[in-house]
């Protein structure tokens, strides 16, 4: 498997299970075509159609590309923390019953995180 080497910033969330400031990270109001990888190992997580816009602070996603995450109970024990199903990599929390979305999930993600990938693959 293929680890990318991280900023102190990224290693603070994805190894040690940080959050970014809410309205801070380059993916919050970003709104291209294309897919969303993990930052640490490329593996592909969200397509750009089930990103959405909940005011959260964090980019928001009602799905994710099947088998790409895991879920486990935070350390808080009350949320539900979702991590890449290939590294491990930290990506941020799950929630469900906001209805936001006609699917009532919302994976809100730290854009240090992932990295984009526009639909024709430049980057």
Do not use: Q
């Not at 969330?13 to 294309?34: A, H």
């Amino acid at each position: 498997m293929k680890i990318n080497k991280l900023t102190k910033e990224e290693e603070k969330v994805i190894v040690n299970k940080g959050t970014e400031p809410p309205f801070s990270g380059r993916y919050n109001d970003f709104f291209e075509e294309g897919n969303y990888v993990c930052r640490r190992c490329d593996n592909p997580l969200f397509d750009s159609a089930a990103k959405f816009r909940s005011g959260c602070g964090w980019p928001s996603f009602d799905d994710e590309i099947k088998g790409a995450t895991r879920r486990i109970t935070d350390r808080d024990g009350a949320r539900t923390e979702i991590v890449c199903a290939r590294c491990n990599a930290h990506l941020g929390h799950v929630f469900k019953g906001e209805r936001l979305t006609a699917k009532d999930t919302r994976h809100c993600v730290n854009s240090l995180s992932i990295k984009f990938i526009p639909k024709n693959g430049k980057k």
